[in-house]
Nanobody, 119 residues
Framework: QVQLVESGGGLVQAGGSLRLSCTAS????????IGWFRQAPGKEREFVGS????????EYLGSVKDRFTISRPVAANTVVLEMKGLNAEDTGDYYC????????????WGQGTQVTVSS
């Protein structure tokens, strides 16, 4: 089992920045990938980006690629989502999720953290 907890959400003005964290506990040695997802009000959840747990590869949604950065500090059970140049379309609940060695999909999810961008 892996437990994930997101933190760092809040209210920010358009053009501002936020830093979200996803802290993992439990069988973290089984984690292969951490993904970030978001869900805006009335919309389906969408993939934002992901990072290999060893920190050697990242992927991003096209619309955030030049503004968001996902990283994992060395030897930390935390993945960070740095968001810059935020706009109203970035508003939503942000979730992190984990893929494990034995599961080829995002089987473990955090409770989410809310991001609101005011214009």
């Amino acid at each position: 089992q892996v437990q994930l907890v997101e933190s760092g959400g809040g209210l920010v003005q358009a053009g501002g920045s936020l830093r979200l964290s996803c802290t993992a506990s439990g069988r973290t040695f089984e984690i292969v990938t951490i993904g970030w997802f978001r869900q805006a009000p009335g919309k389906e959840r969408e993939f934002v980006g992901s990072i290999n747990w060893r920190g050697r590869g990242t992927e991003y949604l096209g619309s955030v690629k030049d503004r968001f950065t996902i990283s994992r500090p060395v030897a930390a059970n935390t993945v960070v989502l740095e968001m810059k140049g935020l706009n109203a379309e970035d508003t939503g609940d942000y979730y992190c999720a984990a893929k494990l060695l034995t599961v080829q999909h995002y089987g473990y999810w955090g409770q989410g953290t809310q991001v609101t961008v005011s214009s």
